[in-house]
């Protein structure tokens, strides 16, 4: 954002940027599961201690906190009229805690004391639940369109990433709640074959990319030292890809406040 309001970033490199921070949040299985001031709490002990199976279990406070702060600005934008932003926030703390520094609710009663307005909901909901943010509501807010989608040549759609030594697919990750983790691969599976045909690393996604919603395939693969075959339903998990996009056309209110949001002018 600093980029941007300095004009070293225009808004559709600002934007294209941040889509991919949402992108990797919204892979994330784990944000259903963690909150984020659980993730600070316990970053030494599983953010920087990962295992094979933290995609789906634990979130990242630095991206998922930026998208954080992304809504929680514009949710005191639209309760001050747009007459405070996070900018006014963070320009008070700095003013008026340098000393005594910060508590945990410190940022919630600097808010509330700006906008005149209950952010008890919001806190509990964001930082301290697991809800969902509003992303495509706050942007639509500020004149941008979001749209999640599907993306090709993503084998996490499929529900696993691989490592690529050795020629073959070896499982580096599994994903909850996807077609590769009902019907059974794990991680450490090499992946040898599909229907029948060997598939080399290189082109397992494209190959799996070849097969519509709902077809079953076999999986021919190396566990343990055994040849296994396994049968996978293709199906599509959620919609992770973000695509951030300024909206045409918009009415004069919505343009003023996309100024002031991408350049506080």
Known sequence: MSLLRIKILSPEQYLT????????????????????????????????????NAPNAIVSYYTKGALLAFVLDIEIRQRSNDEQSLDDVLKLIWSHYQQDGLENDTVQKVVEQLTKSDFTQFFDDYLYGVTEL???????????ECVFSHKKDD??????NINKEGGFALISHVFDGTCAQSSGLYVGDQIMS??????????????IDSYAQGD???????????LIELSVTITQSEKTFCTLSIV??????????????????
């Open 17 to 52: 940027l941040f889509a991919e921070t949402m992108t990797k949040v919204q892979k994330s299985k784990g944000r259903h599961k963690q909150s984020l001031a659980e993730s600070s709490f316990d970053a030494w002990t599983k953010f920087y201690q990962q295992d094979e």
């Open 134 to 144: 509003p992303l495509v509501e706050a942007y639509s807010y500020v004149g941008v």
């Open 155 to 160: 084998l996490s759609d499929f529900g696993i």
């Open 194 to 207: 599909i229907d029948s045909l060997k598939v080399q690393a290189k082109d397992l996604t494209s190959t």
């Open 216 to 226: 079953v395939i076999q999986i021919g693969i190396l566990r343990d030292e055994l």
């Open 248 to 265: 045409g056309n918009q009415d004069l209110k919505t343009q003023e406040r996309q100024s002031k949001w991408f350049y506080q002018e």
